[in-house]
């Protein structure tokens, strides 16, 4: 269950690409926005509810990350997410920057408002996606819910729901403040590649993602 944003874009044959990451030049030479390249480190929380069952069925956390790449013709959002297993909550969207604002491209929609909204909807395989969250040079929240429009590889039905929330944080002079898995503050992180789910519908991706350290 833990691995449906990762799995939900897997159907195409799994391949590598080349990692890719925030170009840390651009982002320094730049004002602090959510643009700048810079990571924001937090936690991630997951609920579930399944259709006969009381209450959350589900409900487990962990370790997340997000980064908007600084540059490229279609800059990346990629979030990272670690709950049960290494990027169990983990999915990437390609889109183009206008200004203060961002799109995602293909048959799944976030938008990124000039005032920091973010919104958006999708399909991908049997989970229908919807995006609600807000973003600024210092706090990244974004809830993700996915609901199975038929039952799973793992039994679970249709209409089930699942609600990641994700709750980021970084210090615009210090880089990151968020608190790391055990609670603490992170005080610094380094960059991993880690294998990643393309919600444009590609092959899955190698690309660079924040993990704190210390």
Not at 50 to 57: M, S
Not at 97 to 122: C, F, K, L, N, Y
Not at 139 to 154: G, I, M, R
Request: proline content about 7%; glycine content about 12%.
């Amino acid at each position: 269950m833990l691995s449906l944003l990762l799995a939900a874009a897997c159907d195409a044959e799994r391949g590598p690409a080349p990692a890719t990451g925030p170009d840390r030049p651009t982002a320094a030479a730049q004002r602090a926005t959510p643009f700048d390249g810079r990571p924001y480190l937090g936690s991630v929380e997951v609920r579930a509810s399944v259709p006969g069952r009381p209450g959350d069925a589900i409900h487990d956390s962990g370790v997340g990350s997000a980064y908007l790449e600084a540059a490229g013709s279609q800059p990346a959002l990629v979030l990272g997410g670690d709950i049960k297993d290494e990027g169990d909550a983990a999915f990437l969207l390609r889109g183009r920057r206008d200004g203060d604002a961002w799109r995602s491209e293909g048959d799944v929609e976030m938008v990124i408002a000039p005032d920091g909204t973010v919104s958006g909807q999708g399909t991908v395989s049997n989970q229908r996606l919807a995006f609600d969250g807000r973003v600024d040079d210092r706090t990244f929240d974004l809830d993700v819910e996915v609901q199975l429009t038929s039952a799973n590889a793992k039994g679970l039905p249709a209409g089930t729901t699942f609600r990641f929330s994700y709750r980021l944080r970084r210090d615009a002079d210090a880089g990151p403040g968020a608190p790391s898995k055990d609670g603490e503050p992170c005080k610094r992180f380094v960059w991993r590649v880690r294998n990643i789910a393309d919600f444009a519908g590609g092959p899955m991706q190698m690309i660079q993602v924040p993990e704190c350290v210390g």
